[in-house]
């Protein structure tokens, strides 16, 4: 069975760093594209980072320069470096498998999905 579940949400103020962690099983994340979903309130899932399995790593403008994403191979797990984090980055984050034949980031292309952390960013 096929399951993800992250880790590391908090709540913190402007300025500091937090590392989110998402542990796959039933599969290996290193044979698929992997991303990290934000959701803010009110609005839809947007994507944050990806990481395909030849390890190019892509990331919005918005995140660029503060998000890393990175595999660990052995514990197969996703994780997702966070640093000078501002209150726009406030958000459920969410880990999820790209289809293995999608060509998109869609949300739509990604069929499975943790159950999501969540990040506040406030002072």
């Known amino acids: 069975e096929v399951q993800l579940v992250e880790s590391g949400g908090a709540q913190v103020q402007p300025g500091e760093s937090l590392r989110l962690s998402c542990v796959a099983s039933?599969?290996?994340?290193?044979?698929?594209?992997m991303s990290w979903f934000r959701q803010a309130p009110g609005e839809g899932r947007k994507i944050v980072a990806f990481?395909?399995?030849?390890?190019?790593?892509v990331y919005p403008d918005s995140v660029k320069g503060r998000f890393t994403i990175s595999i660990d191979n052995a514990e197969n797990t996703l994780d997702l470096q966070m640093n000078s984090l501002k209150p726009e980055d406030t958000g459920t984050y969410y880990c999820?498998?790209?289809?293995?034949?999608?060509?998109?980031?869609?949300?739509?292309?990604?069929?499975?999905w943790g159950q999501g952390t969540q990040v506040t960013v406030s002072s």
């Open positions: 999820a498998r790209r289809r293995y034949n999608a060509s998109t980031l869609s949300p739509r292309d990604h069929d499975y």
């Open positions: 990481i395909s399995p030849s390890g190019a790593r």
């Open positions: 039933g599969f290996s994340i290193s044979a698929y594209v």
